[in-house]
């Protein structure tokens, strides 16, 4: 049953991954922008749901201006658990551009894509990020800047909310959490270590059911980004039950470049 069960799963993904290619490559260039981000966000739920994922999520604060979205970060699942609940601009590794369809798709999708070999193109993002806050858009990061299992919530670099501080809009921390229907925690959906994403695929089909649980926390605003990235661990860890970590300590440009591309997800 297991097999067949994955075997169904990745037969209808590939259609939906079509359906999303047809989308993205000829039907985008018609659309509106609100469009495009409603088709974003309806194929991201189904995906979800073809995966045998149900999602759980809270309704997202409303703003007439932009915000930056910050998460905890357990799989790559969180990018679509996200996109179903709230229409966002993710920032991640440049690496990701390169991926067959997935990153051709995620570009097409507005993803902000950072380079490593680049020392200092955490400039280059800050400035798109900042484009994009300007102009109401949501921009998301992972401010832990590698997945965990999600059962612990690491530290967060304040350099990343910046873009937020300069332009004075409000942070919205987020907590994702992924448990069986009983409950319990749910380790398949964790994208951790040397995990390859075949491997990762293969373990989330494999699963009767898993539940995608995504709060959104009060939005917070402060002049300093220290303390504001505490501030944010401080809700999430509240928001997953975890207890929070003393002060995060302050990054600089190249070593958080650095680390956001170290993450392998």
């Known amino acids: 049953m297991v097999q067949i069960r994955r075997l169904s799963r990745l037969a209808r993904l590939l259609i939906h991954l079509s359906g999303g290619i047809w989308q993205v490559a000829v039907m985008f260039q018609f ?25 759980k999520a809270g309704h997202p604060p409303e703003f007439d201006h932009g915000a930056l979205l910050v998460a905890n970060h357990v799989s790559w699942l969180d990018i679509f ?17 390169s991926w067959p369809v997935a990153g051709w798709l995620a570009h097409r999708a507005g993803t902000l894509f950072i380079q490593r ?31 965990s299992d999600g059962r612990q919530l690491r530290r ?22 992924y448990q069986t229907p009983e409950g319990n925690h749910c380790q398949a959906a964790a994208y951790i270590d040397e995990m390859t994403f075949g491997k990762s695929l ?29 501030e944010a661990h401080r809700e999430i860890s509240t928001c997953l039950g975890f207890e929070p970590m003393g002060s995060s300590p302050e990054l600089s440009g190249d070593l958080q470049a650095a680390l956001l591309q170290t993450s392998a997800h």
């Open 31 to 55: 659309y509106p922008k609100i469009r495009r981000d409603q088709v974003i966000s309806a194929w991201s739920a189904k995906l979800l749901k073809i995966l045998g994922v149900t999602l």
């Open 202 to 230: 293969w373990q989330i089909t494999g699963e009767v059911e898993i539940v995608a649980r995504l709060d959104f926390c009060m939005p917070l605003k402060n002049s300093d980004r220290r303390a504001l990235a505490e």
């Open 117 to 147: 070999a680049k020392k200092h193109d955490t400039a280059r993002i800050n400035n798109e990020m900042h484009a994009l806050l300007q102009d109401g858009a949501w921009v998301a990061v992972f401010p832990e800047g590698t997945s």
């Open 156 to 177: 967060f670099m304040p350099s990343l909310f910046q873009p937020a501080v300069k332009e004075n809009l409000p942070v919205v921390p987020a907590g994702i959490r």
């Open 81 to 97: 658990v996200i996109h179903a609940a709230r229409r966002v601009h993710f920032v991640s590794k440049h690496e990701i551009r």
